[in-house]
């Protein structure tokens, strides 16, 4: 699991040029033990800061998603439905369908 984890950080960090990219994955390949523990005694600080930067990234998404969907209102989901109807994209069923789930999520 180490050595994923170190071969999924190598290709993350943008600092690597492509040419050290390669040589890190050649050690990783023919000498795993030696090569990890050098990696991660040379480079385990910015390692653990990448981490740290792509979880937050990953939590800063989630929210912002979170709020998009959950200020919507039922007469914005309708209103959505409506134009969809109207331009044919889907039909009075599906239309009905998006109202009563509409409807019935806030009552």
């Known amino acids: 699991m180490v050595l994923i984890y170190i071969v999924i950080d190598i290709f993350r960090d943008h600092s690597l040029n492509g040419w050290l990219k390669a040589v890190w994955i050649i050690f990783l390949v023919f000498l795993p033990w030696i090569t990890g523990l050098v990696y991660l005694i040379a480079r385990g600080r910015g390692m653990a800061e990448r981490s740290a930067r ?11 998603e979170y709020r998009q969907i959950s200020f919507a209102s039922p007469s914005e989901e309708i209103a959505k439905a409506q134009a969809l109807r109207d331009q044919g994209v889907i039909s009075d069923g599906e239309f009905e369908a998006i109202k009563a789930k509409a409807l019935g999520s806030k009552f």
């Open 54 to 64: 792509k979880q937050v990234e990953y939590e800063t998404h989630t929210a912002e």
